[in-house]
C-alpha cells in the first residue's frame, strides 16, 4: 500500500510496542505535524486504537477487527493481488460486482469483498447464504494469459489454497470434494464459483468468487443447511480476525497462482490430491447420463476427476455433478 496513510501504518507497524515520534513521522513520511495528527484521527475512525503520549509519539495499541479496504491493504505483502480493492458493506453478490468492474476494464488481481451479500450465489443458480461480518464473502478478477479450457484448474488451484490457509494459518486439516467444496468432517466450509468471460482462443477475464464461512455459530445456518454446513469458528472454537485470514488467503493465493504461471498445474495436482475428500474410496456418482459408482483416484494433469467405474474403466470427469 503505497498511501501516506499506508506508510504511517507500516511505520507504527513495525516498531510494535514502542512509540514513534511525531517528528519521526512527518519527517519520513514528508508531511507537516498537524498532518500526522490527523491521519491519526482517520485511523481511530477506521477502529485503531492509537496512545499519544507527550513527549513521546504515537503507537497503535491494537488493530481493527474491521474489514475495510485499509485495514485489509495494511501489511499486505503482495505484489499484483489486492493491490486495488473494493470493500462494500452490503451488495447483492460480489460476483456481480466483479463483473461490472471487469468489463469496465479492471486490472488483473483486483479484488471485490463485502460484509453481506443479499444474493450471494453459487453454481447452477443455487443460493450462498453470505451472513453479515461472519464470513469472507470475496471475488478476485483474474486476466489470465492461458487458454480457456484450463480455466477449470482456476477452481481447483483456490481450493488448494484455502485448504493449505486453513491447515497452516487456522489449525485445521479440510478436504477438498472435487471441484469446488471445501469440507470438515462432511460439512461445507467454504464454496467456490468460477465464471469466465471468453472467446473461443482467449480468456477476457474469470471472476473467482469464494464463499468461507468464519465465524458463524450453527444457529446462524438456516435449517436447511445446518447439517451440511460448518464454519472455522464452528470447528475451532474460536473466533478469527476476518482481516487477518483475507490477507492470508491472498498472499497465499498469489504465490500459488505465480507457481501455476511458472510451473504449469503438476504442483497444484499433487497438493490437491493431498487435500482429495474420500479418496481411493467407491462413491455413487451421477453425471447428465446415468447414476454409477465410481473409485476416486485423484485428479488428471488438466485438473479432470479420475474415476475408477465397476468396470475397472478409467473415466475422466469434467463437469458432472457428483452426489457422495
Ligand atoms: C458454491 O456453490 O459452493 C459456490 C459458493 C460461492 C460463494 C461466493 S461468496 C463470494 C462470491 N459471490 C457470490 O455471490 N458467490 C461467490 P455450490 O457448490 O453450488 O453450493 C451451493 C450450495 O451450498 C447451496 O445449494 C446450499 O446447499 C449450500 N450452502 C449455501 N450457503 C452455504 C453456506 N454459507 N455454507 C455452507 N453451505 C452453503
Same mark, same amino acid.
Given at each position: 500500500?503505497?498511501?501516506?496513510?499506508?506508510?504511517?501504518?507500516?511505520?507504527?507497524?513495525?516498531?510494535?510496542?514502542?512509540?514513534?515520534?511525531?517528528?519521526?513521522?512527518?519527517?519520513?513520511?514528508?508531511?507537516?505535524?498537524?498532518?500526522?495528527?490527523?491521519?491519526?484521527?482517520?485511523?481511530?475512525?477506521?477502529?485503531?486504537?492509537?496512545?499519544?503520549?507527550?513527549?513521546?509519539?504515537?503507537?497503535?495499541?491494537?488493530?481493527?477487527?474491521?474489514?475495510?479496504?485499509?485495514?485489509?491493504?495494511?501489511?499486505?505483502?503482495?505484489?499484483? $493481488?489486492?493491490?486495488?480493492?473494493?470493500?462494500?458493506? &452490503?451488495?447483492?453478490? *460480489?460476483? %456481480?460486482? !466483479?463483473?461490472?468492474? /471487469?468489463?469496465?476494464?479492471?486490472?488483473?488481481?483486483?479484488?471485490?469483498?463485502?460484509?453481506?451479500?443479499?444474493?450471494?450465489?453459487?453454481?447452477?443458480?443455487?443460493?450462498?447464504?453470505?451472513?453479515?461480518?461472519?464470513?469472507?464473502?470475496?471475488?478476485?478478477? $483474474?486476466?489470465?494469459?492461458?487458454?480457456?479450457?484450463? &480455466?477449470?484448474?482456476? *477452481?481447483? %488451484?483456490? !481450493?488448494?489454497?484455502? /485448504?493449505?490457509?486453513?491447515?497452516?494459518?487456522?489449525?485445521?486439516?479440510?478436504?477438498?470434494?472435487?471441484?469446488?467444496?471445501?469440507?470438515?468432517?462432511?460439512?461445507?466450509?467454504?464454496?467456490?464459483?468460477?465464471?469466465?468471460?471468453?472467446?473461443?482462443?482467449?480468456?477476457?477475464?474469470?471472476?473467482?468468487?469464494?464463499?468461507?464461512?468464519?465465524?458463524?455459530?450453527?444457529?446462524?445456518?438456516?435449517?436447511?443447511?445446518?447439517?451440511?454446513?460448518?464454519?472455522?469458528?464452528?470447528?475451532?472454537?474460536?473466533?478469527?480476525?476476518?482481516?487477518?485470514?483475507?490477507?492470508?488467503?491472498?498472499?497465499?493465493?498469489?504465490?500459488?497462482?505465480?507457481?501455476?504461471?511458472?510451473?504449469?498445474?503438476?504442483?497444484?495436482?499433487?497438493?490437491?490430491?493431498?487435500?482429495?475428500?474420500?479418496?481411493?474410496?467407491?462413491?455413487?456418482?451421477?453425471?447428465?447420463?446415468?447414476?454409477?459408482?465410481?473409485?476416486?483416484?485423484?485428479?488428471?494433469?488438466?485438473?479432470?476427476?479420475?474415476?475408477?467405474?465397476?468396470?475397472?474403466?478409467?473415466?475422466?470427469?469434467?463437469?458432472?455433478?457428483?452426489?457422495?
Amino acid at each position: 500500500m503505497e498511501s501516506t496513510r499506508g506508510k504511517l501504518i507500516e511505520l507504527l507497524a513495525k516498531e510494535e510496542d514502542n512509540f514513534v515520534s511525531g517528528q519521526k513521522l512527518s519527517e519520513q513520511l514528508d508531511i507537516s505535524r498537524p498532518a500526522v495528527w490527523k491521519h491519526m484521527k482517520e485511523l481511530e475512525k477506521d477502529g485503531y486504537v492509537i496512545e499519544a503520549a507527550p513527549r513521546k509519539g504515537y503507537r497503535i495499541v491494537s488493530y481493527p477487527d474491521k474489514v475495510s479496504m485499509n485495514t485489509v491493504q495494511w501489511g499486505l505483502s503482495t505484489s499484483w $493481488l489486492g493491490q486495488r480493492l473494493i470493500h462494500k458493506a &452490503s451488495v447483492t453478490s *460480489t460476483q %456481480l460486482i !466483479a463483473h461490472q468492474e /471487469a468489463q469496465a476494464g479492471a486490472e488483473h488481481g483486483t479484488v471485490i469483498i463485502a460484509d453481506e451479500q443479499t444474493k450471494g450465489r453459487g453454481r447452477l443458480n443455487r443460493s450462498w447464504h453470505s451472513y453479515k461480518g461472519e464470513g469472507i464473502w470475496m471475488s478476485i478478477i $483474474l486476466r489470465p494469459t492461458f487458454e480457456p479450457h484450463r &480455466s477449470p484448474q482456476i *477452481t481447483l %488451484l483456490a !481450493a488448494t489454497v484455502l /485448504a493449505e490457509v486453513f491447515k497452516t494459518y487456522v489449525g485445521i486439516k479440510p478436504q477438498i470434494k472435487w471441484p469446488n467444496d471445501l469440507l470438515t468432517n462432511g460439512k461445507k466450509l467454504a464454496g467456490i464459483l468460477t465464471e469466465l468471460q471468453a472467446e473461443e482462443d482467449r480468456v477476457n477475464y474469470i471472476v473467482l468468487g469464494m464463499g468461507i464461512n468464519v465465524n458463524q455459530p450453527s444457529s446462524s445456518f438456516p435449517e436447511d443447511i445446518q447439517r451440511k454446513a460448518s464454519s472455522l469458528k464452528i470447528e475451532t472454537g474460536e473466533s478469527l480476525e476476518l482481516t487477518g485470514l483475507i490477507k492470508e488467503i491472498l498472499q497465499t493465493f498469489e504465490k500459488r497462482y505465480n507457481e501455476f504461471n511458472e510451473e504449469g498445474f503438476r504442483p497444484i495436482k499433487l497438493r490437491w490430491e493431498a487435500f482429495g475428500y474420500r479418496l481411493g474410496e467407491m462413491v455413487p456418482i451421477q453425471t447428465y447420463q446415468k447414476e454409477w459408482n465410481g473409485r476416486i483416484m485423484g485428479i488428471e494433469d488438466d485438473g479432470a476427476l479420475r474415476v475408477l467405474d465397476d468396470k475397472g474403466q478409467e473415466q475422466k470427469l469434467y463437469s458432472a455433478e457428483i452426489q457422495w
